[in-house]
């Protein structure tokens, strides 16, 4: 029942900027924390960034941060990701996930990922 969209990916330039969102349905969005994660070719999935189910907390990884902020919007039930000062490493499958509330670090649910091209 409970799903995840990611949406807003595409190709870039370097530099550019790209806004990922990940719409949520089926579960108590405002009650769940949320995290970005990305999986690059032929590497395996790491954590991008983290955001409480208030807001309260973000975090994110040192890979991104400074570039990358992640956000929600919970009357609309909905993640970002707002990617900047893009670079060809950050070219991946990005992937939004939602944290059990039973077991914390324990991502339940994840979406189908969205490609993030970034090429000259």
């Known amino acids: 029942q409970v799903q995840l969209v990611e949406s807003g990916g595409g190709l870039v330039q370097p530099g550019g900027s790209l806004r990922l969102s990940c719409a949520a349905s089926g579960l108590s969005f405002s009650s769940v924390n949320m995290a970005w994660f990305r999986r690059a070719p032929g590497k395996e999935r790491e954590f991008v960034a983290h955001?409480?189910?208030?807001?309260?907390?973000?975090n994110h990884a040192d890979s991104v941060k400074g570039r990358f902020t992640v956000s929600r919007d919970n009357a609309k039930n909905t993640l970002y990701l707002q990617m900047n000062s893009l670079k060809p490493e950050d070219t991946a499958v990005y992937y939004c996930a939602a944290e059990s509330i039973y077991v914390k670090s324990n991502y339940r649910y994840w979406g189908q990922g969205t490609q993030v091209t970034v090429s000259s």
């Open positions: 955001i409480t189910s208030n807001s309260g907390y973000t």
